[in-house]
């Protein structure tokens, strides 16, 4: 989802999750830098954009860039991706956004799920990550989808779009999740839901760094707080939460003027001039 961060540096040695991306790579030490320590607060402190950071007890996890670990083939196994869409139960017709979607791994079943009539926009803020997409994307000959390039703290979604927005072992790398949140409830449409995916904190045995897992308590508190109403958790995974949260109704003064709709644009909703250059927004073809 964000901005690799993996560096060459031997006093910050941990075993990452991308570790397993490939069977070489098992045995391998991988070199990666953490993410900004947050605090154990309680409380709630403010937000760089202003707004209130939820408690948070946790330390932000180092953003997983290898595209191999996205696509290893055990993957299909052990995260069972139809399975998982099969039980959220996603109707033709929907939109609905694939956040931190790396290479299309739930991109492209999202699509074929909504259909011809239905809307799946893929963010990502890796512009390699978005390029290997649309090239996927092509070769599934898969045309329904929009690609958007997001920041480390606004997805660049429509605001009151989207029927769910999924983030599949994403959440727990956000640098700013408090500000992704509040974009993403805009997004949502009254009742939308946000499904997280997480590797399971609770269970020691499940073989990833903890800095890339969430218990359930530590998912609710931080997102109940920021808008969200918990629904349940589907754990018939064999080592990830599916966490579902519905949406409550934003503020009208929590909205600000650069959330407003966009009335122009390459997209319905969307305005490419909002994306940086040089990688605009695009419509896989």
């Not at 703290?153 to 956000?174: K, M, W």
Request: some cysteine.
């Amino acid at each position: 989802m964000l901005r690799s961060i993996f560096v060459r540096q031997p006093l910050l040695l941990v075993l990452g999750v991308c570790l397993l991306a490939s069977p070489e790579a098992r045995h391998q030490p991988l070199l990666v830098q953490a993410g900004p320590w947050t605090g154990s607060s309680a409380l709630p402190v403010p937000a760089q954009d202003g707004g209130q950071r939820a408690a948070r007890q946790r330390q932000i996890a180092p953003v997983c860039s290898d595209a191999d670990w996205l696509t290893r083939p055990e993957r299909d196994e052990t995260e069972q991706p139809e399975k998982v869409l099969d039980a959220l139960k996603i109707p033709e017709g929907a939109a609905v956004a694939d956040v931190g979607a790396g290479v299309g791994y739930f991109t492209w079943r999202l699509a074929k799920r909504v259909g011809p009539k239905g809307r799946v926009i893929a963010e990502d803020l890796q512009p390699k990550m978005l390029e290997l997409l649309e090239e996927n994307l092509k070769k599934r000959n898969v045309t329904n989808v929009e690609l958007v390039l997001g920041t480390r703290d606004d997805p660049r979604l429509p605001e009151g779009a989207l029927d769910l927005a999924l983030l599949v072992d994403v959440y727990h790398e956000l640098s700013e999740p408090e500000a992704m949140m509040r974009h993403i409830r805009r997004a949502l449409k009254p009742g939308g839901r946000l499904v997280l995916i997480e590797y399971r904190k609770e269970d020691p045995s499940i073989p990833i760094l903890p800095l890339h897992k969430m218990s359930v308590a530590e998912a609710r508190a931080e997102i109940e707080p920021l808008g969200f109403k918990f629904q349940q958790a589907l754990e018939f995974l064999p080592m990830q939460h599916i966490l579902i949260f519905t949406s409550k109704p934003a503020s009208k003064q929590a909205v600000s003027a650069c959330c407003l709709p966009v009335l122009s644009g390459a997209a319905p909703g969307i305005s490419a001039e909002r994306l940086p250059a040089p990688f605009p927004l695009r419509r896989a073809a």
